[in-house]
Protein backbone atom coordinates (compact mmCIF):
# COMPACT_ATOMS: atom_id res chain seq x y z
CA UNK A 1 0.00 0.00 0.00
CA UNK A 2 1.66 3.16 -0.89
CA UNK A 3 1.88 5.93 2.00
CA UNK A 4 -0.79 8.09 0.70
CA UNK A 5 -3.52 5.45 0.95
CA UNK A 6 -1.93 4.46 4.50
CA UNK A 7 -2.17 8.11 6.02
CA UNK A 8 -6.13 8.97 4.44
CA UNK A 9 -6.58 5.41 6.22
CA UNK A 10 -5.19 6.61 9.21
CA UNK A 11 -6.93 9.78 8.79
CA UNK A 12 -10.54 8.14 8.17
CA UNK A 13 -9.43 6.31 11.57
CA UNK A 14 -9.11 9.55 13.46
CA UNK A 15 -12.67 11.04 11.81
CA UNK A 16 -14.47 7.82 13.11
CA UNK A 17 -12.92 8.22 16.25
CA UNK A 18 -14.36 11.64 16.75
CA UNK A 19 -17.84 10.64 15.13
CA UNK A 20 -18.06 8.21 17.75
CA UNK A 21 -17.55 10.47 20.47
CA UNK A 22 -20.47 12.93 18.85
CA UNK A 23 -22.20 9.86 18.69
CA UNK A 24 -22.09 8.82 21.91
CA UNK A 25 -23.30 12.53 23.15
CA UNK A 26 -25.95 12.78 20.81
CA UNK A 27 -28.79 14.39 21.84
CA UNK A 28 -31.12 13.63 19.57
CA UNK A 29 -32.26 10.48 17.34
CA UNK A 30 -31.24 12.56 14.23
CA UNK A 31 -28.00 13.39 15.48
CA UNK A 32 -27.37 9.80 16.22
CA UNK A 33 -28.63 8.79 12.28
CA UNK A 34 -26.61 11.33 10.73
CA UNK A 35 -23.45 10.44 12.95
CA UNK A 36 -23.79 6.70 12.23
CA UNK A 37 -24.00 7.80 8.35
CA UNK A 38 -20.94 9.20 8.57
CA UNK A 39 -18.92 6.71 10.05
CA UNK A 40 -20.37 4.13 7.88
CA UNK A 41 -19.09 6.47 4.78
CA UNK A 42 -15.65 6.92 6.56
CA UNK A 43 -15.92 2.83 6.84
CA UNK A 44 -16.53 2.72 3.03
CA UNK A 45 -13.87 4.93 1.95
CA UNK A 46 -11.03 2.66 4.00
CA UNK A 47 -12.95 -0.43 2.68
CA UNK A 48 -12.08 1.45 -0.88
CA UNK A 49 -8.58 2.78 0.07
CA UNK A 50 -7.74 -0.99 1.01
CA UNK A 51 -9.36 -2.31 -2.23
CA UNK A 52 -11.67 -4.98 -0.15
CA UNK A 53 -15.34 -5.16 -1.71
CA UNK A 54 -18.20 -4.11 -0.21
CA UNK A 55 -20.07 -6.61 0.89
CA UNK A 56 -23.36 -5.33 1.47
CA UNK A 57 -23.43 -3.70 -2.12
CA UNK A 58 -25.36 -6.87 -3.35
Not at 26 to 55: C, F, M, N, S, V
Request: aromatic share 6%.
Amino acid sequence: MTGYRELLIRGSEKVIGHYELLLANAKTEHERALYRQRIEREWRLIRDLQGEPDHRAA
